[in-house]
DNA sequence: GTCTATAGTCTGATAGAC
DNA sequence: GTCTATCAGACTATAGAC
């Protein structure tokens, strides 16, 4: 039983990084065993198919993403709005400049996403709250006075354009002032209150 | 002669199309020949290995992209700045709402760059003179007085991201108020000139 | 749980006739 | 130029011993 955990556990890491390395189809079954250290029919005793392992890895991913896109609201003021704002895109710059493999990886899901619709489903579940956590922290702006109401939902989608693609350019090597972008991004979407 | 053209031509066009729906993995030669409606060794007369096909087919799209990206400043004004930035927007957001197979594909590309360096040097390439096109209209704003000269590369590189994630995001199907939302971009960039 | 052995399929690529 | 025939190699997946 713990020797059980213990492999499945390292299929599944390995698994993660191969895949992410060398994508899905340039993985084969045998790569991970031999990563693993064990025989290829081993790992049919933990995942059915290797479909059923790429699936599982996805649903993790998706877990991962749904609690750190979490945005909760409570502890906002006039005061630390925009600090907030600039430290949640500044956290997750650093992120992927850490990570290299969870962006890779998930660009192989939304490929695989626009061919085959049951991750496309799952996929716009993950954005379409990752839509609504922005616009909920906008639209609480505008409650507090630090946002400018005209065109809220527009200003919302910017920033989430802006800090979901700066893990893309990352992916591809290209050194940007990324946080500068992000700061400029914040301070664009946010200038323009009237105080009266 | 003449039927050496036409069936390169098709070879390339159905390659073309094949690859953004299946991917490059999922689709062999056997089902490019059965689409072409020749044999697979045919396409060997034409291209060496499927490698080189592939090859072709980036260079191609490099091209495209280059040609599409290029902005020329000589008649911008005062008033037809904010225009002019705008349209060229609106006019990538419906090029890649008419075009699917064009976003499919080069996200295949962008995949497999991050894993051969052959592409990615032709990638980055692309995306350098992306940001610098930009980048000139931006100061060219400047200059002319329709841009805050504050952060100007960072208000460059906020229209880049958002412009370039436009097409990743309808890539996935999600309907979105795009073009408001490159309006939103334009506007929030071109605000806060002082005119003194 | 993990192994060896292997079935069965598909792939990219080549040889050689027409 | 295009074909038929065929190759070696890699793949997923399974059978059955231990």
Chains 1, 2 share one sequence.
Request: charged residues 30%; proline residues 1%.
């Amino acid at each position: 039983m713990k020797d059980k955990k213990e492999t499945y556990d390292l299929i599944v890491e390995t698994a993660y990084k191969m895949f992410a390395e060398n994508g899905f189809d340039k993985t084969s079954l045998a790569m991970i065993a031999k990563g693993v250290g064990i025989s290829k029919p081993a790992i049919y005793y933990y995942f059915d198919s290797k479909e059923k392992l790429i699936d599982f890895l996805f649903e993790e991913i998706c877990k991962e993403i749904m609690i750190q896109s979490t945005i909760t609201v409570d502890d906002l003021t006039v005061n630390n709005f925009e600090q907030f704002l600039l430290n949640f895109g500044f956290k997750m710059i650093e992120e992927q400049e850490r990570d290299v493999y969870f962006n890779k990886i998930f660009n192989e899901y939304i490929l695989l996403a626009t061919r085959n619709d049951k991750y496309m489903t799952q996929l716009n579940k993950i954005q379409k709250s990752y839509f609504e956590n922005f616009s909920m922290l906008m639209n609480y702006g505008v409650k507090i006075g630090v946002v400018n109401r005209d065109n809220v939902e527009n200003k919302s989608n910017i920033l989430v354009m802006v800090i979901d693609n700066i893990g893309n350019f990352i992916l591809t090597g290209l050194e940007l002032d990324y946080k500068g972008t992000w700061e400029e991004a914040v301070k664009s979407v946010l200038k323009g209150v009237r105080n009266d």
